[in-house]
């Protein structure tokens, strides 16, 4: 099972119910959390452990191959993204632009275009007593989330039994990079707040797990905030509000030192078991 | 003309509420641009009035032409994105995973594959509650090339401050450090981050500028919340410090932002006199330095 937690709007408590549900979940069973938010990666600010793997990640890119090409042209001509650009007698790429679709490499009637490892990241695994955390932090300067966040999925997938329970903490927003981190997940949790930007913007995350035909609830976080346009709006779509996490001080203090909130607000954690029994309603096929 | 852009790393701090009341401010004399095309919120406080919109058209998804197609698969064995399944007995190209490359189109023998134009968002010049102008977009949902639509938003508006003799573009950037920010940041002329003393708040401030460093534009710093944790808020200083970052303005945990939004007005609009000092001043500052 896969559990996508995402947002439209960034800021609203994302990693925060990914990192605490992970390790109330741990209390229960096997659970691997992995942060998918590969440009700002936080989850592990509030996970301590072993440093189980540390490895690079790559991509692929055309190289020029100078003593080769012919400057025919070709690979300019089949770029759609500008990576490959001929100026006058010299081929340059653009390793930004890219998107390692192979198709200048493989088309190049010289072989001139070689397609070459670039590093766009790290990936490690992090152990702790009871889960492991497993992240991908893009390098700076690297542009492409996309690349990254398929390939950590990948390395969750081929490193861990599918029958360990999967917690993803997705990046912001409801673009190209959400998608793809919430591609495989069975169900997919927004996390907004009760005010007007986190009513828009999950106006915008529902329609696109609508658009991807996606199983979805929400948890609205700092409640008691703002209003309740968000409830309304939530019984109106029949979308299922899975809990409330109450708007606390503490609970922003605990966060600002990077702890875990649940083992000391007794009131989160009866938000987390909402969010538990409804989930696991869902793994027995109730919805 | 100068470009300001307001950006944070880590989503929440506050960064569109205090971008607004900067827009509120600066009034008629400022161009507002709204870059977080993925999750645009800043129209919500300025009232604008989409008196100009149109379709934003960027990148290309594959279409398969089933009569035309033999099915000798070719354009699955190439495509590297899994884009194309096999439906029946031909293939099919799902929008969404189609990366729009063009690989298909140019390996098919049939010519069955037509690259189609994708129309990606929309795209909006309004006049706004201020008295000025504002660009701002909405990107559909699962999109792609929030770049290239931030790039349209942010030299719209330096047109429309270029024809209209006004000396200030005021941009909204989106979180994060991939494509959207890197366009929002090329071009601008001083960078203003808006932070909070929190473990994340301090990580993503980090990353965020090491990627302005590479830019190589000068900045200032906002810390929002700066009472939820003092230990922090001191490590942000002396990390301004460090890296010459200006030290702009400190701004307490305050309710109002929340309270203003739901009556969809900017902090510089609401609120206590404090409150309202401190983001005057704090824009006051950034017009001297920038």
Not at chain 1, 163 to 169: A, Q, S, V
Not at chain 1, 189 to 215: C, Q, S
Not at chain 1, 255 to 266: F, I, N, T
Not at chain 2, 110 to 132: P, W
């Amino acid at each position: 099972m896969k559990i996508a937690i995402a947002s439209g709007k960034g800021g609203t408590g994302k990693t925060t119910l990914s990192t605490n549900f992970s390790a109330y979940l741990a209390e229960k069973r096997e659970v691997i959390l992995t942060d998918l938010d590969v440009e700002e990666p936080n989850s592990g600010l509030f996970i301590s452990g072993e440093l189980i793997t540390h490895k690079d990640c790559f991509r692929m890119v055309p190289s020029w191959n100078s003593s080769k090409c012919s400057l025919c042209g070709k690979c300019q001509d089949l770029c759609n993204f500008n990576a490959v650009i001929k100026i006058r007698d010299s081929v340059m790429v653009f390793p930004e632009m890219c998107h390692s679709c192979y198709a200048c490499s493989e088309l190049c009637p010289e072989n001139a275009l070689p397609m070459v490892k670039e590093k766009i990241g790290e990936y490690r695994e992090v152990k702790t007593d009871h889960f492991t955390l497993a992240e991908s932090r893009l390098d700076i300067g690297q542009e492409q989330a996309v690349p990254l966040i398929s390939q950590t999925l990948s390395l969750v997938d081929e490193g861990f039994d599918s029958d360990i329970l999967r917690i993803y903490d997705c990046p912001p927003g409801t673009s190209c990079p959400v998608i793809e981190a919430t591609r495989d997940a069975d169900f997919i949790i927004l996390v907004t707040e009760p005010t007007p930007f986190g009513l828009h913007d999950l106006t915008l995350a529902v329609d696109a797990m609508r658009f991807l035909n996606r199983k979805f609830g929400v948890v609205v976080n700092r409640y008691g905030i703002g209003n309740d346009d968000v409830l309304e709006y939530c019984e109106k779509e029949d979308i299922p509000v899975l809990a409330k996490l109450p708007d606390d001080r503490k609970i922003a203090e605990l966060y600002s030192r990077g702890k875990l909130v649940y083992r000391e607000v007794d009131s989160f954690r009866k938000q987390l078991d909402l969010i538990y029994s409804y989930l696991e309603r869902f793994m027995n096929g109730e919805f | 003309m100068k470009e300001i852009v307001v950006i944070s790393g880590k989503g929440g701090t506050g960064k569109t509420s205090i971008t607004a009341s900067f827009s509120f401010l600066g009034g008629e004399d400022v161009v507002t641009a709204d870059c977080d095309v993925d999750a645009a919120d800043m129209h919500l406080l300025m009232k604008p009035d989409f008196d100009f919109e149109e379709d934003f058209f960027s990148g290309k998804t594959a279409v398969i032409d089933q009569e035309k197609c033999t099915g000798c698969m070719k354009c699955i064995d190439i495509c590297r994105f899994n884009a194309i399944e096999v439906q029946g007995s031909i293939p099919v190209v799902s929008e969404i995973s189609c990366e729009g490359c063009g690989y298909c189109y140019a390996v098919c023998p049939s010519e069955a594959v037509d690259m189609k134009e994708q129309n990606v968002g929309r795209f909006y010049i309004s006049s706004i509650k201020t008295g000025g102008k504002m660009v701002h977009a909405r990107l559909k949902a699962g999109a792609e090339n929030s770049g290239k639509l931030v790039a349209k938003v942010k030299n719209e508006a330096r047109r429309i401050a270029e024809e209209t003799g006004k000396n200030i573009v005021i941009a909204d950037g989106s979180p994060g450090i991939g494509c959207p920010v890197v366009s929002s940041l090329s071009g601008a002329d001083f960078v203003v981050f808006v932070t909070e003393p929190t473990v994340s708040g301090l990580h993503d401030l980090k990353r965020v500028y090491s990627l302005v460093k590479k830019f190589n534009i000068r900045s200032g710093c906002i810390i929002n919340k700066c009472d939820l944790n003092t230990g922090t808020s001191d490590e942000i200083k002396s990390f301004l410090r460090k890296e010459n970052i200006a030290e702009i303005s400190e701004i307490p945990y305050d309710k109002s932002f929340t309270m203003a939004m739901t009556e969809g007005k900017t902090i510089a609009e609401y609120g206590e006199s404090t409150l309202k000092n401190i983001i005057q001043e704090s824009w006051n500052y950034i017009k001297e330095i920038a």
